[in-house]
């Protein structure tokens, strides 16, 4: 079939013509230096679109402002939360992620047990934990002068935590990066979905372990083991759900968001003089990053026929909602792609309503430690500019490759 015919074919009778969009959704991203600004053009458009290669060949509709992203998130009944065909063509059909590919009133019962273990409190209670972590990788690399920051603190950092809360064997740490790398930026759907099986594999022995012996792994593992819907004990296949969810959530998002923030700090060097006197300043340095340097699209599906923005939309069509998308929209944001920490942005970049990312405290947390580290133990941090600064925009817009330099304190 030529893509003229592929492209035709994904064009349902009831899509307005003036909202289709016949372009690579990633390759589009990735033209010039800078995915925020590449993607900042669809701004132009209108805020609903429908893209005839949003990922994997696949067609979807993308939300393109702030508005219509926000609205997205925040309209359950209209949006649900449920798996799509982009997601089930690089997972399982059996496996969920639990509390995300949920709606009310199930989710509610899913997230409950794990809202304990992410509040500010249960958060701000691992401090020391958080910031050795932080100590241990930083000495590792600190007297050298010079990192790759992608693979040598922002990949392990947010992985260690979780691996950590969840009492999973720190030794296999490495394994776990490099099934999470090819699950999430396999080069095929099939070469994605090898990398879900073994990670699938070896959480069910994980889990099955812990049910075998009585004896869980973490306190974390202990709740989830003994989840309950309503009346009635999680099922297996509910508590691997959770599992898998907790491993592979947030860990690419995470890691992306700081190797931007990094990237923009270390070629800003005002602001950073400015954090370094006034620490003061970095939750709101936080927040603003977090705006301008959204990384992921979450999934939805249309709930029901319904009309969108003056859009036909037929129950059962997949949307992104890309929140790189929202965080740059100059209706938004004025000047959205100047990093300015004295605005009080309400971005929607962890989500909004019931489906907010429950992991939305530590994330801050983590973010906030590594700045206050690198700027407290390095000085005129700035990219080497000997080394290749490298770049991805599928599933999540994040750096391969950020080489960094210092000067001494």
């Known amino acids: 079939m030529s893509a003229t015919q592929l492209t035709a074919a994904q064009v349902p009778d009831h899509v307005p013509p003036e909202c289709v969009w016949d372009n690579d959704f990633a390759a589009f991203l990735a033209e010039g230096d800078d995915p925020y600004l590449a993607g900042g053009r ?19 509709w993308i939300f393109t402002h702030h508005q219509t992203v926000q609205e997205g998130f925040a309209n359950a009944r209209k949006f649900s939360s449920l798996r799509g065909p982009l997601t089930e063509a690089v997972m399982n059909p059996d496996w969920m ?42 000495d590792s690399f600190i007297d050298r002068g010079e990192c790759e920051f992608v693979s040598e603190f922002a990949s392990i950092f947010p992985n260690a935590m979780v691996v950590s809360l ?39 022995d994980f889990v099955e372990e812990q049910q075998r012996t009585g004896k869980p792994a973490s306190e974390l593992m202990e709740a989830i083991l ?28 995470v890691f992306s968001s700081m190797g931007w923030i990094m990237k923009h700090l270390a070629t800003d060097h005002a602001l950073q003089d400015r954090l370094r006197c006034n620490p003061q300043d970095l939750p709101a340095a936080v927040e603003e990053f977090t705006r301008a340097f959204g990384v992921s699209a979450p999934s939805r599906i249309v709930a029901e026929d319904l009309v969108f923005e003056g859009v036909p939309m037929k129950q059962g069509e997949h949307i992104l909602l890309p929140t790189y998308l929202a965080g740059r929209d100059p209706r938004a944001f004025p000047n959205p792609h100047v990093i300015d920490i004295d605005r009080r ?19 801050k947390r983590e973010m906030q430690i590594m700045l206050e580290s690198f700027l407290r133990r390095m000085n005129h941090i700035r990219v080497a500019q000997d080394k290749p600064c490298t770049y991805h925009t599928s599933n999540t817009i994040g750096l391969d490759c950020l080489p960094l330099e210092w000067d001494p304190v």
């Open 226 to 253: 003994a989840g309950q819907m309503a009346d009635r004990p999680f099922s297996q296949d509910e508590i691997m759900g959770t599992v898998y969810l907790l491993f592979i959530a947030g860990l690419d998002t």
């Open 166 to 204: 969840m009492g999973l064997p720190q030794e296999m740490l490495l394994q776990f990066l490099e099934w999470e790398e090819i699950a999430i930026h396999g080069k095929s759907a099939a070469e994605q979905l090898g990398a879900g099986i073994a990670i699938h594999d070896y959480l069910r």
């Open 345 to 363: 942005p309400r971005h929607v970049t962890f989500g909004l309503g019931s489906h907010v990312c429950i992991g939305i405290h530590l994330a």
């Open 97 to 138: 992620l639990l509390p995300v590919e949920s709606d009310a009133p199930f989710h509610k019962y899913y997230r409950q047990v794990l809202r304990p273990f992410f509040t500010p409190e249960a958060i701000g209670a691992r401090q020391a934990e958080v910031q050795a972590l932080t100590d241990r990788l930083v």
């Open 42 to 60: 669809l701004h132009d458009g209108p805020g609903v679109i429908w893209a005839t290669n949003a990922s994997h060949g696949m067609a979807s």
